[in-house]
């Protein structure tokens, strides 16, 4: 059974940092597409940003470029989300996941001002 389990959610001020980690069980992260999501309270789920291990290719959210940092390290076989410079529209739960289907539980990233 594959499960993921985000954390490193927070809370923090305006201009602030948190790293997001995801961490797999029953699946590597060393060749695939991987992900991370966040839902604001009664919006949709979206996409924040994606990582091919394979490629190293990333792509971001315009919203988030310049500020988050997606990685994974293969040894320790998790993702990680690297967020700078929160904002309070940041503010949300954010999910790890992979292209293949399988979801975290989400981790709560709180940004006041």
């Known amino acids: 059974e594959v499960q993921l389990q985000a954390s490193g959610g927070g809370s923090v001020q305006v201009g602030g940092s948190l790293r997001l980690s995801c961490a797999p069980s029953?699946?590597?992260?060393?060749?695939?597409?991987i992900g991370w999501f966040r839902q604001f309270p009664g919006k949709q789920r979206e996409a924040v940003s994606c990582?091919?291990?394979?490629?190293?290719?990333?792509h971001y959210a315009d919203s988030v470029k310049g500020r988050f940092t997606i990685s994974s390290d293969n040894a320790k076989n998790t993702m990680y989300l690297q967020m700078n410079s929160l904002k309070p529209e940041d503010t949300a739960v954010y999910y790890c996941?992979?292209?293949?289907?399988?979801w975290g539980q989400g981790t709560l990233v709180t940004v006041s001002s």
């Open positions: 029953g699946f590597t992260f060393d060749d695939a597409a």
């Open positions: 996941a992979t292209a293949s289907g399988y």
């Open positions: 990582l091919s291990t394979r490629s190293g290719r990333t």
